[in-house]
Nanobody
Framework: QVQLVESGGGLVQPGGSLRLSCVASGWFFSINAMGWYRQAPGKQRELVAA???????NYVDSVKGRFTISGDNAKNTVYLQMNSLKPEDTAVYYC???????????????WGQGTQVTVSS
């Protein structure tokens, strides 16, 4: 099983920056991809950014040019650098990992507990 622990959320003024971190631990064969989702009050959870173990990334259009996802495979950690934050970025941010538990190709999805990001003056 995989446990994900996020950190780095908080309150920031518009235009400011935050860096989220997510560490994966537990017993697994490999982590194939990690990502960040967010959910604002009254809205559906949406993918913000994701990165594969090979380094391929994708972003939701609304954060392109402002957010950067990166990973450290050796540390089983993924980061989300968020710059030029806007009030509409306010949400609970969840870390997500797609992992294999053994040599079989089956992948399983895991979620962190979430970290609050609030952008407000």
């Amino acid at each position: 099983q995989v446990q994900l622990v996020e950190s780095g959320g908080g309150l920031v003024q518009p235009g400011g920056s935050l860096r989220l971190s997510c560490v994966a631990s537990g017993w697994f064969f490999s982590i194939n991809a990690m990502g960040w989702y967010r959910q604002a009050p009254g809205k559906q959870r949406e993918l913000v950014a994701a990165i594969t173990s090979g380094g391929s990334t994708n972003y939701v259009d609304s954060v392109k040019g402002r957010f950067t996802i990166s990973g450290d495979n050796a540390k089983n950690t993924v980061y989300l650098q968020m710059n030029s934050l806007k009030p509409e970025d306010t949400a609970v941010y969840y870390c997500n990992a797609r992992a294999r538990l053994d040599v079989r190709p089956n992948e399983y999805l895991y979620w962190g507990q979430g970290t609050q990001v609030t952008v407000s003056s």
